[in-house]
């Protein structure tokens, strides 16, 4: 092996290994901010005057530097788009820090045989900055709700999914192509090179 084949193979071996890496972080940074889960479905039915409706979200939404703002992001409707008296619940996160992605919301009364609605702002914002960047709405119903046969169904919004683009493997995978074109280009060069001193 000649002394270019082996700065060409350390160059390419350097790339390899670091890109990866690089290229992973750049893409944990773009994850948007998502509810990863909740204790309640959207659609879901005769649900207790009483049940815990609690949010998870992806990243921490609890720091004292968005909670107020995030807080102002939730609301409920009942089946006459009259507004619901909730109360918004956000856990410290410097004290409760298995809870800093997690919202409550406490209604002031639930009514049996009645269908509300959780609105979810697109303004909710994580510590580090993302917001949640789309409305999103979670409709329920308590026992004795009978649905109107005139209403018409309303597409809610799902929120679950992160945009292709922020996929690590994308990046990952750009990265390895863009990688291999520079390496051929350095050994063309390089070829080139030898041939015009010969």
């Known amino acids: 092996m ?27 940074e773009k ?4 509810i990863s889960s909740a204790t309640i479905t959207d659609g879901e039915k005769d649900v207790p005057l009483n049940k815990e409706i609690k949010f998870v979200f992806s990243k921490n939404i609890a720091n004292i530097t968005v909670a107020e703002n995030n807080k102002n992001c ?12 909730i109360e918004v619940i956000t856990y410290d996160d410097q004290l409760e820090r298995d ?3 997690d919202i409550v ?13 959780i609105t979810i702002s697109p303004d909710v914002t994580s510590k580090s900055g993302e917001k949640l960047g789309k ?7 308590t026992k004795g709700y009978v649905p109107s046969t005139q209403a018409g169904a309303s597409p809610q919004a799902s ?23 520079i390496a051929a280009a350095i ?4 070829n080139h090179r030898n041939k015009n001193v010969k």
Do not use: C, H
């Open 74 to 85: 939730f609301s409920m409707t009942d089946s006459k788009g009259q507004p619901v008296t």
């Open 105 to 117: 919301i406490k209604p002031i009364e639930l009514k049996d045989a009645e269908q509300y609605t």
């Open 2 to 28: 000649n002394k270019n084949s082996i700065v060409i193979f350390f160059i390419m071996t350097l790339l390899l290994v670091m890109s990866p890496l690089a290229i992973l972080a750049a893409g944990e």
């Open 187 to 190: 050994i063309l060069y390089i």
């Open 159 to 181: 929120g679950s999914s992160a945009p292709a683009g922020n996929n690590p493997l994308v990046w990952w995978i750009v990265g390895v192509g863009a990688i291999v074109i």
């Open 31 to 34: 994850t948007p901010l998502e």
């Open 99 to 101: 809870k800093r992605n």
């Open 135 to 141: 409305e999103v709405t979670y409709t329920f119903s």
